[in-house]
């Protein structure tokens, strides 16, 4: 399935590209200035599928409430909330028709109070996602900007008048015909909308716009959230000429679409009028940020965000002109260093980063970056908890992989439920493409869905989930795969979770030591060294499923083991498969 549009998209997506030659060694961070949410690990909750608590088949608030002994028993330190905002779900609460209320499925604006109120008896924060690149067509403010020209609301999104003819073209993420301007008689007129047609981009060149979003945050923030995860944030201004992009293209996509004119302008008022006044976090989904200008966003002298999560990582591994096709044989161990390597190193003087491994965007961590075989998954998984947990930069931890959840592989279109699938599906047939194709695709890493299927709670009907019917299948693994029996289990991978995060949060030098790349050519193992006021501790990593050799140079007879994820750790110089070594090397 190739062309133009997913050429571009793609190119888009993964524009942390660039080709510079990372620093083996990050210089040192011994001055970084300490703050809570650089020491936080993020645990990501998507609400619709963590827990129900009425019997809907959808998860919501009470059920969260229920969960947070749960919660709080993993040593995690912030929650990160999905949308709950009221909202009609064409694409799962990133469609929020309004921003001041609770979606009604999730439950009420009092179970919200409480579930905060409950959380931070817990100890822990609750960060929550900020969605204001675009609201639902139901919002308020689109019902009236479409009824006509003259609308006092009219500005609040990007019309285009017909009489003008047809705007240059814009690519969406949901549309079926990956058209971004949809025709609308009432008014003749087109509005732009880079996902799905029922998702209209706001016009953040409108200063009114701005107050309103300020307005909204404080709301939130003076309940006593914690911060905001920021929703494709990079891509809220737009040039309103919206020029023609070129018939070829040349890698500017981004100069179209994220990075507009103006976006530094409005998050630096964001900051001086909202964020500076609270003590939480910001970090912006990073959408179409490199390492050369991310620290535009997260440098603390610019006053704008804390911090941005980057796609380069999630992008890699896939073939090449795709639509999020993993290649089918693997990927390549010594990229996917340099790519961390590079996104550390950006970050070693100012700014902080950000890691994951997964999200509610993505198929499920083992199934993506280890081996969800039987013999193999929970080592694997292990093995790349390790990882997340022993870099410099803040973990963000999706739901879930605490257990080792796996991909849930649909065969069938009818079980799929994300408006990405389905609007793709119905396009490649449309064309009369190779929908059996695009379905295998969707199945073996794409569909988004992979990583929604419902917490697998305990060996019960639907996981322990629901009374009901769960409004996406539950993996049929849950029977072995499951919070009871995991708890039991001290060698479990969600025993080997907690052990980790707090390994992570005993030990500064994990969190702000300098990281030093070793052995970079090393196709299977992935070593580094964290190190700070002469503390230093050896991380090894074995990412293939076959015995390897590490090349460190290290002297290992005196090394301590810290955590390990085999039966009785040792310090060795030959990994098994998916082996993880933490060791103390002074
Ligand atoms: O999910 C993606 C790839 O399949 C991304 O392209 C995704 O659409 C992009 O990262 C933006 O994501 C965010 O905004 C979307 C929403 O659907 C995602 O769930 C959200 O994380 C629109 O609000």
């Known amino acids: 399935m190739k062309s133009f549009f997913l050429t571009v998209l793609t190119a888009f997506l993964l524009s942390g590209v660039t080709i510079r030659s990372f620093g083996q060694q990050s210089p040192g961070s011994e001055g ?110 689109f019902q009236e900007s479409r009824k006509s020209r003259t609308n006092p609301y009219r500005d609040y999104f990007h019309w285009w008048n017909a009489e003008r003819g047809k705007p240059a073209a814009r690519y969406s993420f949901f549309d079926v015909n990956n058209d971004a301007w949809k025709y609308d008689s009432l008014t003749n007129a087109y509005y732009l909308h880079y996902f799905g047609d029922k998702q209209p981009d706001l016009n953040w060149e409108n200063p009114q716009v701005r107050q309103e979003i300020f307005k909204m945050m404080r709301f939130w923030l003076d309940k006593g959230i914690d911060g905001f995860r920021m929703d494709v944030i990079t891509i809220i201004s737009k040039d309103t000429s919206f020029p023609a992009m070129p018939a070829v293209y040349q890698g500017q996509w981004d100069k179209f679409y994220a990075n507009g004119p103006h976006v530094h302008d409005y998050l630096k008022e964001m900051n001086r009028e909202v964020l500076s006044k609270y003590n939480i976090m910001s970090v912006a989904e990073g959408m179409g940020v490199s390492t050369q200008d991310v620290l535009n966003f997260v440098d603390a002298d610019r006053k704008e965000l804390n911090m941005a999560y980057h796609f380069e990582g999630m992008g890699y591994g896939y073939l090449p002109n795709e639509w999020k096709t993993p290649d089918p044989k693997g990927y390549d161990l010594v990229g996917f260093k340099k790519i961390y390597s590079r996104w550390d190193s950006v970050f070693a003087e100012k700014g902080w980063g950000t890691i994951y491994l997964g999200n509610h965007d993505q198929p499920r961590m083992v199934t993506r970056w280890g081996n969800d075989s039987p013999a193999y ?98 993996n049929p693994n849950f029977v072995t795969i499951n919070v009871e029996s995991e708890d039991r289990d001290p060698g479990s991978v969600l025993n080997y979770f907690r052990r980790m995060v707090k390994l992570r949060k005993t030990k500064p030098v994990l969190i702000y030591g300098k990281y030093t790349l070793l052995d970079p050519d090393n196709p299977s193992i992935y070593s580094y060294v964290r190190e700070l006021n002469g503390k230093k501790i050896l991380v090894l990593l074995n990412f293939k499923s076959q015995d390897a050799r590490v090349n460190t140079g290290f002297d290992l007879s005196k090394a301590k083991v810290l955590i390990g994820n085999y039966k009785n750790p040792a310090p060795s110089q030959l990994l098994r498969p998916y082996e993880a070594l933490v060791l103390e090397i002074n």
């Open 377 to 474: 998954r929970e080592y694997s998984s292990k093995m790349l908890t390790t990882f997340l947990m022993t870099m410099r930069a803040t973990p963000y931890y999706y739901f879930g992989d605490e257990l080792g959840m796996t991909n849930i592989k649909f065969n069938k279109i009818q079980d799929y439920r994300d408006i990405e699938t389905l609007n793709m599906y119905q396009k490649i047939k449309n064309e009369g493409g190779d929908t059996l194709a695009f379905i295998q695709n969707q199945k073996n890493g794409g569909a988004r869905d992979n990583g929604r299927t419902p917490m697998q709670w305990a060996n019960q009907p639907q996981a322990g989930f629901t009374s009901g019917t769960p409004w996406i299948k539950v």
């Open 32 to 141: 970084t200035e300490k703050k809570w949410w650089k020491e936080s690990v993020v645990y990501q909750i998507y609400p619709r599928s963590f827990k129900d608590s009425d019997g809907d088949g959808i998860g919501d608030l009470k059920g969260i409430v229920q969960k947070l002994d749960y919660v709080k028993s993993l040593g995690i330190d912030v929650i990160w909330l999905n949308p709950i905002y009221a909202s009609p779900n064409a694409d799962n609460g990133y469609d929020i028709s309004d921003y001041q209320a609770i979606m009604k499925e999730f439950g009420t604006m009092a179970d919200f109070d409480l579930l905060l109120a409950e959380i931070h008896k817990r100890g822990l924060k609750v960060i929550m996602d900020l969605v204001v690149n675009h609201c639902s067509d139901e919002h308020i403010w």
